[in-house]
C-alpha cells in the first residue's frame, strides 16, 4: 500500500505560479511512476505529467507544455508540480497518484492521494 498526500494548492491569479507537492507513504521503496491529474466540476479527470522512479521518462499533456514541470525528490519520497503561467481553465482539484509505469491513463494508476483544490481567478 503507498499513502499519498497533497498540498499546495490555493487560489492565485492567472498569470501566476503554484508549487503542488505530494508526499508518498508506505512502500515507497517499489519504484513508482509517479503522476499528476486534475479535475474540474462536472469535467473527467485528466492527466497533467508524470514522471518514472528514476526520472528517464517524463510526459506532459499538451495543454501544460512549457508552463508545468514534474520533479521528484525519492529520498524525500516527494513529487512536486511546478506551475507557472496559470489560467483560469486550470482550475481543478489536482490529484497525485503512483503506477508501475508512466501513463496518461488514470485506470493505470493504483494508489491516489486525497486531492488539493486550485483555484485561478481571472
Known amino acids: 500500500q503507498v499513502q499519498l498526500v497533497e498540498s499546495g494548492g490555493g487560489l492565485v491569479q492567472a498569470g501566476g505560479s503554484l508549487r503542488l507537492s505530494c508526499v508518498a507513504s508506505?512502500?515507497?521503496?517499489?519504484?513508482?511512476?509517479m503522476g499528476w491529474f486534475r479535475q474540474a466540476p462536472a469535467k473527467e479527470r485528466e492527466f497533467v505529467a508524470a514522471?518514472?522512479?528514476?526520472?528517464?521518462?517524463?510526459d506532459y499533456a499538451d495543454s501544460v507544455k512549457g508552463r508545468f514541470t514534474i520533479s521528484r525528490d525519492n529520498a524525500k519520497n516527494t513529487v512536486y508540480l511546478q506551475m507557472n503561467s496559470l489560467i483560469p481553465e486550470g482550475t481543478a482539484v489536482y490529484y497525485c497518484?503512483?503506477?508501475?509505469?508512466?501513463?496518461?491513463?488514470?485506470?493505470?494508476?493504483?494508489?491516489w492521494g486525497q486531492g488539493t483544490q486550485v483555484a485561478i481567478s481571472s
Open positions: 497518484a503512483a503506477a508501475a509505469r508512466v501513463s496518461p491513463r488514470p485506470y493505470d494508476y493504483a494508489y
Open positions: 514522471k518514472s522512479w528514476g526520472g528517464g521518462r517524463t
Open positions: 508506505g512502500r515507497t521503496s517499489s519504484g513508482y511512476a
